[in-house]
T-cell receptor, first 114, second 116 residues
Framework: GEDVEQSLFLSVREGDSSVINCTYT??????LYWYKQEPGAGLQLLTY?????DMKQDQRLTVLLNKKDKHLSLRIADTQTGDSAIYFC??????????????FGSGTQLTVLP | EAQVTQNPRYLITVTGKKLTVTCSQN?????MSWYRQDPGLGLRQIYY???????DKGDVPEGYKVSRKEKRNFPLILESPSPNQTSLYFC???????????????FGPGTRLTVL
């Protein structure tokens, strides 16, 4: 399958900005996603970006997309202890027929230090 | 409440003892999928189903079976579990998706399986 790559760990101080990076492989991906996994829970969709956009902002979250380099990033402003979680980027890939599936990265464990 | 449920949440078993992890969704989703999550490896897809009676292998299907007799249910079967199947398992569902369509997957809470 396709590889979606992320660094495994990131630590930041409370109040600082966090930037989580991801590289993806399928240039035909229509949407790119960020999922958040809190301790002991399943994944929840955090935000997404449509492939014809360069940037999307949603409150404290900013998603940047560089299609030329196939690079996606998630910036969390004013990071709080409640943001501590694993963050997965995902791309949608072509599957059988017209359906598309998600391929996930390895996840980045974000630790917010007081 | 729209949700994906999995049972059991925790299971400790022994090598070779058949087990089934159930998954059910109440959102009338066509697509369902099973993943396993292991440290440093992210989520790896085991099997998926595009609709009733339609299943296909994901990236790591060995040692697993699935069935999709009803739209809402997608059980994961381990006929003869082995210690390397110790992992955290997630079921997910979504609308079928397609080119140009948002493909949000909804995840269950996970099943922590330990095979001794």
């Amino acid at each position: 399958g396709e590889d979606v790559e992320q660094s495994l760990f990131l630590s930041v101080r409370e109040g600082d900005s966090s930037v989580i990076n991801c590289t993806y492989t399928d240039s035909s991906s229509t949407y790119l996603y960020w999922y958040k996994q809190e301790p002991g829970a399943g994944l929840q969709l955090l935000t997404y970006i449509f492939s014809n956009m360069d940037m999307k902002q949603d409150q404290r979250l900013t998603v940047l997309l560089n299609k030329k380099d196939k690079h996606l990033s998630l910036r969390i402003a004013d990071t709080q202890t409640g943001d501590s979680a694993i963050y997965f980027c995902a791309e949608s890939i072509a599957s059988s027929g017209s359906a598309r599936q998600l391929t996930f990265g390895s996840g980045t464990q974000l630790t917010v230090l007081p | 409440e729209a949700q994906v449920t999995q049972n059991p949440r925790y299971l400790i078993t022994v090598t070779g003892k058949k087990l089934t992890v159930t998954c059910s969704q109440n959102m009338n989703h066509e697509y369902m999928s099973w993943y396993r999550q292991d440290p440093g490896l992210g989520l790896r897809q085991i099997y998926y189903s595009m609709n009733v009676e339609v299943t296909d292998k994901g990236d790591v299907p060995e040692g697993y079976k699935v069935s999709r007799k009803e739209k809402r249910n997608f059980p994961l079967i381990l006929e003869s579990p082995s210690p390397n199947q110790t992992s955290l398992y997630f079921c997910a569902s979504s609308l079928k998706g397609g080119q140009g369509r948002l493909n949000e997957q909804f995840f269950g809470p996970g099943t922590r399986l330990t095979v001794l």
